[in-house]
């Protein structure tokens, strides 16, 4: 059987890989490279919600396509949810800098609570859906890792020992935010498919 093409409207390769990774058996991922935009979709929504919809949209009305889009984060409980909707930009400079800006700003603070969330906006046919993932951990104080990428080396998932960037793609790719919701977007399909 051919298999069914579905495109992820993410310019970042991290998350494209890790897309492809969950969905690759079943579902042929195109990133927006493969379908010839470098456009740095524009994000101006104050929720994950908000901007994922923004970005699916942006390629269903210039391109055409049915497709999904993942907006996600950090949120930090001592820091009232922060960086949130702004994780990536949170310094102005790159993951470095603001992993750096994090470990700053959480200086001296017993509660290292937080949790990764993403929520992923499909656009299909004349459907739009929405699927949530959220995973709850530790921040811990000095980056411990090489994988992953953004937040987790320096993120340990509630239940394992691990930053995200230690326990590799296989883990990380079984019960992160991500993870959770790409599931449920898959549910989603193959339900769509059997109608
Ligand atoms: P696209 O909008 O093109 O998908 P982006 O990197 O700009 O790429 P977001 O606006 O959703 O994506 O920002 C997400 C940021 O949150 C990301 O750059 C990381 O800093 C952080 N983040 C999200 N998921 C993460 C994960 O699994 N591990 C570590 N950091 C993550």
């Given at each position: 059987m051919m298999k069914q093409r579905i495109v992820f409207a993410s310019n970042n390769v991290h998350k494209l890989e890790e897309v492809k990774a969950m969905l690759g058996e079943e579902y042929e991922v195109l990133g927006l490279s493969a379908i010839g935009c470098e456009t740095d979709i524009p994000?101006?929504?104050?929720?994950f919600a908000g901007n994922a919809l923004q970005k699916a949209r942006y390629i269903k009305d210039h391109y055409g396509y049915d497709c999904f889009a993942d907006d996600s984060g950090l949120e930090v409980d001592a820091l009232?949810?922060?960086?949130?909707?702004y994780s990536a930009r949170y310094s102005g400079s790159g993951s470095e800098a603001n992993i750096d800006k994090l470990l700053y700003n959480l200086t001296?603070?017993?509660?290292?609570s937080a949790q990764f969330r993403t929520v992923v906006a499909l656009l299909i046919g004349e459907e739009t859906r929405f699927f949530e993932g959220v995973v709850r951990g530790t921040i811990i104080s000095e980056r411990r890792g090489q994988g992953g990428f953004g937040y987790d080396p320096i993120f340990v998932p509630d239940?394992?020992?691990?930053?995200f960037a230690e326990l590799g793609n296989e883990v990380k790719n079984r019960i992160s935010h991500r993870a959770q919701a790409v599931r449920l977007l898959v549910h989603y399909l193959k339900g769509r498919e059997a109608e």
């Amino acid at each position: 059987m051919m298999k069914q093409r579905i495109v992820f409207a993410s310019n970042n390769v991290h998350k494209l890989e890790e897309v492809k990774a969950m969905l690759g058996e079943e579902y042929e991922v195109l990133g927006l490279s493969a379908i010839g935009c470098e456009t740095d979709i524009p994000e101006t929504a104050d929720t994950f919600a908000g901007n994922a919809l923004q970005k699916a949209r942006y390629i269903k009305d210039h391109y055409g396509y049915d497709c999904f889009a993942d907006d996600s984060g950090l949120e930090v409980d001592a820091l009232n949810g922060a960086p949130g909707v702004y994780s990536a930009r949170y310094s102005g400079s790159g993951s470095e800098a603001n992993i750096d800006k994090l470990l700053y700003n959480l200086t001296g603070k017993t509660n290292r609570s937080a949790q990764f969330r993403t929520v992923v906006a499909l656009l299909i046919g004349e459907e739009t859906r929405f699927f949530e993932g959220v995973v709850r951990g530790t921040i811990i104080s000095e980056r411990r890792g090489q994988g992953g990428f953004g937040y987790d080396p320096i993120f340990v998932p509630d239940g394992y020992e691990g930053t995200f960037a230690e326990l590799g793609n296989e883990v990380k790719n079984r019960i992160s935010h991500r993870a959770q919701a790409v599931r449920l977007l898959v549910h989603y399909l193959k339900g769509r498919e059997a109608e």
